[in-house]
């Protein structure tokens, strides 16, 4: 199974459909991770957040690391310069391997200076502990700032992006400066399942809910990394790369009106530290 690609400002190959290990239980990782694997996702995208990073690790273990696309992210209380640079290392030792293709801010934090985060991400590339370096949860003024400053180019803005919360003003400006976007929570946490517009296009495509949203972000040429524990959700999720949506039909989804995120962060939780 081919799964088509989008090109990064280093030149590395991004696969636009990866495995997503968000809140999946550490017991249940290394086994989701691997069904995934088997059956040809070669891009899985974790953060030290999810706290299964080492999961995730004992399945890469058994794949040759140079055919693999790893993203990871580091937490809000750690972009000071030192604190970004200790988490990327941590992140490296759980999860088994000596590089990131792909290291994330994951969300802002206004109490530490961004330029600070950025310039600690450079030297991680300098070092060749990441080839690529990117922002999550960034929106369209936070990703200029960041490409402003930044002195290794910005490959990626991860962002809740799905048919019941599209991003218009964000995808307009990524489109604009070339800057690739990667949809968390792309199936919307499985309540756009729900729409008419997203049923009435799987009955008529004889394709699952999901199919029709995922095929929907690739034609975009939108990143997106769905996650789940159930082998035949895994396995469906990849059967998007030998058929394509109308033209029309993908405007039926873009002109879907409902606006309905399905995360907000909560700054004062622990996990996160952005309030410190």
Known sequence: MTVPTRTLPSGDEIPLVG?????????????AVRTALETGYRHVDCAEGYGNEREVGEALAD?????????????????HYES???????SLDRLGTDYLDLYLIHWPNPAISLRETLSAMARLVDEGLVRNIG??????????????????????????????????????????????????????????????????????YNKTPAQIVIRWQVQNGIVTIPRSTTPDHIRSNLAVTNWTLDEDDMDRIEAISRRDRQYIIDPNHPRYGISE
């Open 84 to 90: 970004l640079i200790s988490a990327c290392q941590d």
């Open 63 to 79: 794949y040759d690391r140079d055919e693999l696309f790893v993203t990871s992210k580091v937490l809000p209380k750690h972009l």
């Open 135 to 204: 922002v999550s949860n960034f929106t369209a003024y936070q990703l200029m700032f960041a490409q402003q400053i930044s002195d290794v180019p910005i490959a990626m803005d991860q962002i809740e992006l799905h048919p019941w919360f599209k991003q218009v003003e964000l995808r307009a400006y990524a489109t604009e400066h070339d800057v690739p976007l990667a949809a968390a929570a792309p199936l919307a946490r499985a309540a756009v399942f729900d729409d008419p517009v997203i049923q009435d296009l799987a009955d008529t």
């Open 19 to 31: 495995f997503g290990t968000y809140d999946i239980e550490p017991s249940e990782t290394t086994e």
